[in-house]
């Protein structure tokens, strides 16, 4: 699997050997460079800052909420380009997926799990769900979550046969609630899973930087 030691220079004292420390102080001049970005990575409030005039004046639209929660491609792509620099300091060029990239059949950079086959699995149980609903003549709507939760593992039993232990233990994230459900996607190219354990800590302003 893809993996590089730069994922871990940041973290603490624990510096593998042979690292590069000319690289090391490239990365570390960027980040001061983009200190304020980096920091405000998840701030949306930032982001609706760097509009211009006629973004901010821009007529409603069916597409975007009247409190202007949207955001110009031009700035989001600002953003995107700050965060592609970062996971190339971090992973290195062809360990993630550019943001702007598209990939079919895409396996996760870290697990290496298939992340269409997790969402085919998460479609499966709500689908097999909402049969034995069905069935008993009820809704989602008409039934507990605990009612809920009962048919679910109901059905996770059943196909737990068609999946593989990766599949099943890494779509437990986007596990279906009653009536609700998240469309599996992979972000920078890693499973929902990883992307949270291992990747987003590592975005944005480094906190060991004083
Ligand atoms: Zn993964």
Known sequence: MAKTTLGYIMVGPKIPLGINWAYYNEYFQ???NHETELKNLDNQGYWHGLKNESERNLPRH???SPNSAYIPARVEKIREDIINTQLTYLLGSGNFR???SYIKN???YECGVNISTVGKYLSTLVREVNELLKKGGNTSFTITDEEHSALMTTVMKQQAKNFTALEIEKAQIYLPQR???RL???LYGFCPQCYQ???KPQLGW???IV
């Open 197 to 199: 354990d291992i990747v």
């Open 206 to 208: 480094n906190k060991n």
């Open 98 to 100: 550019p943001n702007e």
């Open 179 to 181: 009536g609700r459900r």
């Open 30 to 32: 960027w980040m001061v």
């Open 184 to 186: 599996m996607d992979d």
């Open 106 to 108: 895409r396996t996760c």
């Open 62 to 64: 069916a597409n975007r």
